[in-house]
């Protein structure tokens, strides 16, 4: 069976670009079309308010505004931001073994879950750093054990991870949904009991909803990279998906590799339901996700599977989704031609060939 990876039209190995594409540099060429792919976007875009009846100018207006108008709205943008680059890492680091991790909805639910689980059960008393770290913790754990189960699944028995991925994920919305009405019940609420202050992330920019939880996606971006270009495991992981065969020849575990890849990036979603939780709802809402880690996907194409490039990758789509908001008010625009936008911009990138997919054969 054969399995999708992303190719970053990376400049061969005599290229001078080479070291510097290994940390996330891209070249000259990928630069230029990703700027005309840019240009066509807005181009499309502006057709498309257009035929919607909004003035293209005051539409961008109203988006840029509803993202970055005033330091609470920025900082609104900022977390999102946040979230989008974990759920990024959770989809790229299986791309990375040309394996499909659709799951990374399933992964943030399950993660946020569990992250509302230590906060709500174990004693308040505890240090706030401790406490708040513990729920971090469980919520890492609990996004990487989602994410195991289609990797092992799939290395062991070539259980298809796309079918698997996706098929927990409403499991995991089920299971959130349970411990918000059976579990921890606020009343009439359609959310948990809310998590102890002691559990809460601290903030970090006064007066803004800005919280520890940017430093986590920032520590996960750099450990990330690190795991992936660093260790051998991301070797393996990396090898894994460009040639199974000639990796496993070459003394690499390949059913290691996948499974160590979704239980990586499940990890990182996992922490994105933490952060949610513990950084800015401070209770297990139901419906919580904007469809984080769907958009994950794109974050992660969009970045080429760089975890150094995920930040400004989810940044773009953080303006979509939370100055789209601004949109209804200034143009009557519905705000959910935010993730059109983001659909747009990805499709363009393919067109522009910034993104291309290649299938490589997985050994059996």
């Known amino acids: 069976m054969s399995a999708p990876g992303v190719d970053g039209a990376d400049p061969p190995a005599s290229s001078p670009w080479q070291r510097m594409a290994r940390i996330g540099v891209p070249s000259p060429g990928s630069l230029l079309n990703s700027g005309a792919a840019l240009l066509a976007s807005v181009a499309v875009i502006a057709l498309l308010f257009l035929a919607l009846g909004a003035d293209p100018f005051t539409a961008f207006n109203a988006i840029y505004t509803g993202a970055f108008g005033n330091d609470f709205i920025f900082g ?9 680059t974990l759920t990024g890492l959770a989809a790229a680091i ?4 040309s394996l499909w991790n659709v799951g990374g909805e399933g992964q943030l639910y399950f993660g946020a879950f569990a992250s509302t689980a230590v906060a709500l059960t ?21 996004g990487a054990l989602w994410g195991f189960i289609p990797g092992i699944l799939r290395a062991l028995w070539d259980v298809n991870e796309v079918i ?11 299971i959130s949904d349970y411990a918000i009405t059976v579990l921890w019940p606020q009343g009439a ?8 202050v002691a559990a809460q992330l601290p903030t970090i ?14 520590v996960a971006v750099i450990v990330a990279w690190v795991v992936m270009a660093r260790t051998r495991l991301g070797f393996e992981i990396r090898a894994s998906g460009l040639s199974p065969g000639a990796a496993k020849m070459n003394g690499v575990r390949v ?15 996992g922490l994105a339901g933490a952060v949610a939780i513990l950084g800015i709802n401070h209770s297990l809402i139901s419906g919580f996700s904007s469809n984080y880690g769907f958009l994950g996907v794109a974050v992660a194409l969009v970045a080429r599977l760089k975890p150094l490039w995920m930040i400004p990758s989810a940044l773009i789509f953080a303006t979509f989704q939370v100055g789209s908001s601004g949109l209804q ?23 522009f060939h910034v993104i291309r997919m290649r299938y490589t054969e997985q050994a059996g």
């Open 94 to 97: 299986p791309f990375s073994a």
């Open 189 to 196: 609420s359609r959310g948990t009991e809310d998590i102890p």
């Open 205 to 218: 920019w006064s007066g803004t909803p800005v919280t520890a939880g940017v430093l986590v996606a920032v």
């Open 76 to 84: 609104q943008t900022v977390m999102i931001t946040a979230l989008l």
């Open 164 to 174: 698997v991925s996706l098929m927990l994920t409403f499991i995991a919305i089920l």
């Open 255 to 269: 059913p290691r590799a996948m499974a160590s890849s979704f239980a990586l990036g499940g990890l990182f979603g």
């Open 329 to 351: 008010v200034q143009t009557g625009i519905s705000p959910t031609i935010g993730q059109s936008i983001g659909a747009i911009f990805i499709i363009l990138l393919l067109g």
């Open 122 to 142: 174990v004693s308040p008393s505890l240090s706030p750093w401790l406490l708040a770290s513990l729920c971090l913790l469980a919520g890492g754990l609990g």
